[in-house]
């Protein structure tokens, strides 16, 4: 049975989210190879060495092309058109990432505007498709993927995830941490949360060369409604920001940002990237500059491209039109 034939029953109430998760085939499905943090009490679950196989062999001396967008699901007929105005965007920006044929992609969440429903899903993630169902596409869950009735069902069920909080591995190379940091999860959200119990645990037992930290709301961001204090973003996720991770990536501001913070053990210098510009409607110029702040560029659609091997990571934002706007080189 195809995915979108099951996700009809879903609309029309004959199916239950579950049983849409259960008939994913071995083609399908951002679960598969990703340890997901089901039950806030249990113990982390061990990480996913070898779900990088397909991409990259494993090897200690491998490559791996990975693509990152964020607030970007705007396709859908019933998403509200002040959303939908920038539908063309969306598609540009997922040929933009198409063309560099990545191992796969990753979301900083806001995923699907502007609540996340069944009925927005399917158009919003149309120009993603084809990697969902390869099971090459990681999403974060956003504020707005919370926002429907049903919370964040609809998503889990599209998206063929067991839960929003999950680790995936490619080999020995590297480690996506995917948080979900919306107030709505049951997990908590805060630093002593069951989540960043779990997180930290997930974090000191990597192996692998490189350790990168997902969210939605950035811990550091110009721009946005938590942000006007002189040193915007969300303070009270700045535990994600944790000693060994190697890059935090965020979204939310409807920006591209980078930034040079302390992280939140130590203090020792860790770099935050906001990229929450491929394909919702985009925010202007902040008129803020925050400490550490080494790049924002503003009104500009665009996406990720991480380029990783076992001595260098090179995060590229790359415009709408090709066009590389930044370069961060990280190497060991």
């Not at 004959?14 to 399908?28: E, H, L």
């Not at 061990?46 to 990152?68: K, M, T, Y």
């Not at 990697?131 to 069902?153: C, E, Q, R, V, Y």
């Not at 067991?162 to 997990?187: C, E, M, N, Q």
Request: proline content about 5%; hydrophobic content about 40%.
């Amino acid at each position: 049975m195809s995915r979108r034939i099951i996700w009809l029953a879903l609309i029309l109430g004959t199916a239950a989210a579950g049983a849409f998760v259960a008939c994913g085939d071995d083609s399908s499905g951002g679960d598969a190879g990703a340890d997901a943090f089901v039950d806030a009490t249990s113990e982390p679950p061990p990480i996913d060495s070898s779900a990088g196989d397909a991409a990259d062999g494993g090897a200690d001396d491998a490559s791996l092309l990975i693509g990152v967008i964020g607030d970007y699901g705007v396709c859908s007929d019933a998403d509200p058109p002040e959303y939908s105005v920038s539908c063309p965007d969306e598609i540009a920006v997922a040929a933009l990432v198409h063309g560099w044929s990545p191992d796969a992609i990753v979301t900083v969440g806001d995923n699907s505007y502007g609540s996340g429903s069944y009925a927005q899903l399917p158009g919003d993630q149309a120009p993603y498709d084809p990697d969902i169902d390869a099971g090459k596409f990681f999403p974060t869950m956003g504020n707005h993927d919370w926002l429907s009735a049903a919370g964040d069902a609809p998503s889990l069920a599209y998206f063929h995830l067991a839960s929003p909080r999950y680790v995936k591995a490619f080999g020995s190379l590297v480690t996506f941490y995917i948080l979900d940091t919306d107030d709505h999860d049951d997990a908590g959200d805060d630093a002593g949360s069951a989540q960043a119990v779990w997180f930290r645990a997930a974090l000191a037992a990597s192996t692998t060369k490189w350790n990168v930290v997902v969210n939605h709301e950035a811990p550091y961001s110009s721009c946005g409604e938590y942000s006007y204090d002189g040193d915007g973003g969300r303070e009270d996720f700045r535990w994600i920001g944790a000693a060994g991770a190697d890059l935090v990536l965020s979204g939310h501001s409807h920006v591209y940002e980078r930034l040079q913070r302390g992280n939140f053990d130590d203090g020792g210098p860790q770099p935050y990237v906001v990229m929450g510009a491929s394909g919702a409607p985009l925010q202007g110029n902040c008129g803020v500059k925050l400490p550490g702040q080494q790049k924002a560029i503003y009104g500009t659609f665009g996406a990720l491209r991480l380029a990783i091997t076992s001595s260098s990571l090179v995060v590229h934002f790359v415009a709408e039109d090709g066009g590389v706007a930044d370069t961060l080189t990280l190497t060991k």
